[in-house]
């Protein structure tokens, strides 16, 4: 059964900082792996989708990383600013077709 | 629309009570997922869509729960006889196909009294 692992669950960092997030899955089995963005009682917004078989993505000041075989990704935030507080989930889309997430990290930017 | 809507936004139920969800998918996506999302959690998966079939409703945690998709576009999530439990944002989203890119709705917040 396919497992997603968050860490940290909660992170503070000052503004102007660069920092990673990561997550890790037990089934390396997948389509492919998704980063979203979910503020406080909204829906998600998706930042970034790797296919299995590609190592990273890139958009913005943000870059994803994956490494299918050992289970990790990791989501790089360059030059952080207040408005990247949110909880960021990371999701693995499964051979069925099921989506399983992770609990996600919340991440505060201090201004 | 251009998105996948939910409605209602919120709602907000007494115990024992009857609700249904609403999801309306992005035209022409044949692929339709239900999601519950507890707080603090990461969303949890209850059941699938291809078409007007559920290929995959091994997420929902109970018969209380069942979820049609009669024409293969809108889906009603129904829930029975509620319980403080259910209290949950529900979320729907679809995709072209089965292993495509999802495209969440903005949930439905349901609050059991």
């Known amino acids: 059964k396919q497992e997603v692992t968050q860490i940290p669950a909660a992170l503070s960092v000052p503004e102007g900082e660069n920092l990673v997030l990561n997550c890790s899955f037990t089934?390396?089995?997948?389509?492919?792996l998704q980063w979203f963005r979910q503020d406080p009682g909204k829906g998600l917004t998706s930042l970034l989708l790797?296919?299995?078989?590609?190592r990273e993505q890139t958009s913005g000041r943000l870059n994803a990383s994956l490494d299918k075989s050992s289970g990790r990704s990791t989501l790089y935030i360059a030059a952080s600013q207040p408005g990247d507080s949110a909880t960021y989930l990371c999701?693995?889309?499964?051979?069925?077709?099921?989506?399983?997430f992770g609990k996600g990290t919340r991440l505060h930017i201090l201004p | 629309g251009a998105g996948v809507s939910q409605t209602p936004s919120n709602k907000v139920t007494e115990k024992g009570k009857y609700v249904e969800l609403r999801c309306d998918p992005i035209s022409g996506h044949t692929a339709l997922y239900w999601y519950r999302q507890s707080l603090g959690q990461g969303p949890e998966f209850l059941i699938y869509f291809q078409g007007t079939g559920a290929a995959d409703d091994s997420g929902l945690p109970n018969d209380r729960f069942f979820a049609v998709r009669p024409e293969g576009s809108v889906s009603t999530l129904k829930i029975q006889r509620t319980e403080r439990g259910d209290s949950a944002v529900y979320l729907c989203?679809?995709?072209?196909?089965?292993?495509?890119?999802?495209?969440f709705g903005a949930g439905t917040r349901l609050s059991v009294l």
């Open positions: 089934d390396s089995a997948i389509y492919n």
């Open positions: 989203a679809s995709s072209l196909r089965g292993s495509d890119i999802q495209y």
């Open positions: 999701a693995v889309l499964n051979r069925d077709d099921k989506i399983i």
């Open positions: 790797i296919q299995s078989s590609q």
